[in-house]
């Protein structure tokens, strides 16, 4: 069975990768090293299909190390220990140059064993991972390597590799194939910034095409020797590839920047990237978690200057539980616009922070006396009573009473915000109290 068209096109060489300009481009430090032969350790961090692998086995090539390749979902400490061993054999006199992809899956007491590994020098490390190895990667194997980024992608970058891909399809199985203007571009946009994927569409663009001898398009090429054409169209191009583009990972680190992407441009009264963001959570099919952060930006963000958007959201996310997907996101997309241009505060939540600040700081104190749930004094009590004051019994409903234990007596923690709702509140209990 053939492998796929991926890897079959996997570049051999620097100048037949696409991207990473910032670490591949004339200069930079990255291709420095790719074309020095001394390696240090190093971790490559960033999307699938973004060349992470295909550089590392560029690398490889061109040193004198025993290669040796290692998947971090499969692989175990007896693996490692076996890449050691390779070290002292004729082939790995060099050293073991050691490519782990996925090194995440690791546990820490494999990283350990690695570390160990890569202390002696015997073994030169190049890892791979999806994720944040800040987050994923042992410390003590971040400080003895250097972590470059790889970026998504764009579609221009990824466009000559559709066309080499239906290039090398059409030479491989003797094939002509026509390709109606605007296909090509919609599998570079359609891959969502992975070049892997953008090619594995072309060859199912080519798999699925149908085949006549009579060009449609134009510019067409002659037919080949059977009289035979594919015909790759841009309506298949668009049918192969739907949904392809959507990167999400519920347990990754893209799940994570989602989400805070979608508070986040709620919280800065932007509608348009809020129902991005909503978007890309509902097509994935995460309806809890754009509820869930939905409800926390009604409550934190907007809060007080709007109050009444609590039972809105409230009441959008109950409808959208009752519905489900896909009309789910009738209701989201309301509250979500309503979240993104409602007036904000975050006087209550920075409150509550200043408040839990202070109890975690262990400044408490006992309740006062008047606000104590008992009604009897004990025979120590040299001022007998309760002495709690009713404020429904004074005028405006308020008396001025200590409510604070002793030690915080005069703190403060709620200032109010500066929209409507708050500015009314405050000149209402300022009368009220007398303070103006």
């Known amino acids: 069975m053939p492998a796929p068209l991926a890897e079959r ?114 073994v030169t490390l190049i890892a791979s991972t999806t994720e944040n190895p800040y987050f994923y990667v042992y410390n003590a194997i971040l400080s003895r390597s250097t972590v470059f980024e790889f970026k998504p992608l764009t579609p221009e970058q990824i466009i000559p590799a559709v066309e080499r891909a239906f290039r090398f399809l059409r030479e491989e199985k003797g094939e002509e194939i026509e390709i109606e203007p605007g296909a090509c571009e919609w599998i570079a946009q359609a891959c969502g910034g992975d070049v892997r994927k953008a090619i594995n569409a072309a060859e199912l663009c080519f798999l699925s095409a149908t085949c006549d001898g009579a060009p449609r398009f134009a510019d067409a090429p002659d037919a080949s020797q059977n009289g035979q054409i594919r015909y ?92 489900g997907l896909p009309e789910a996101r009738i209701p989201l997309a309301d509250a979500v616009v309503l979240a993104a241009t409602a007036p904000k505060s975050n006087a209550a939540f920075l409150g509550y922070e200043a408040a839990a600040a202070d109890i975690r700081a262990g400044k408490s104190g006992p309740v006062p006396r008047q606000l104590q749930n008992k009604h009897y004094d004990g025979a120590d009590n040299n001022a007998p009573g309760q002495n709690y004051l009713y404020a429904h019994d004074y005028p405006g409903h308020w008396v001025r009473q200590q409510y604070l234990p002793d030690v915080l007596a005069d703190a403060v923690y709620y200032t109010f915000g500066d929209n409507r709702n708050e500015q009314a509140a405050r000149a209402y209990w300022e009368k009220i109290k007398g303070e103006k």
């Open 9 to 122: 096109l996997r570049p051999q060489s620097l100048g037949d990768m696409v991207g990473q300009p910032h670490l591949l481009g004339p200069g930079k430090a990255l291709r420095r090293i790719a074309q020095s032969g001394e390696l240090p350790n190093l971790i490559f961090y960033g999307p699938s299909g973004v060349g992470k692998t295909t550089l590392a086995r560029i690398i490889a090539k061109q040193t004198d190390r025993l290669f040796t390749s290692l998947n971090g979902t499969t692989a175990g400490t007896a693996d490692i220990k076996q890449a050691i061993a390779g070290s002292g054999t004729i082939m790995g006199q060099n050293g073991v140059l050691l490519y782990l992809d996925e090194i995440q899956y690791f546990n820490k007491k494999q990283q350990q064993t690695l570390l160990e590994c890569i202390e002696s020098g015997a």
């Open 232 to 323: 790759v169209t841009l309506e298949l191009a668009k049918e192969l590839t739907q949904r392809s583009a959507l990167r999400y990972d519920k347990e990754g680190d893209e799940h994570y920047d989602i989400v805070s992407a979608f508070q986040k441009s709620m919280r800065g009264s932007d509608p348009d990237a809020a129902l991005h963001y909503l978007a890309r959570l509902l097509e994935a099919g995460d309806l809890p978690s754009a509820m869930r952060r939905l409800m926390v930006c009604a409550c934190e963000d907007v809060g007080l200057a709007y109050p009444q958007i609590i039972p809105i959201v409230k009441a959008a996310c109950d409808a959208a539980q009752m519905v």
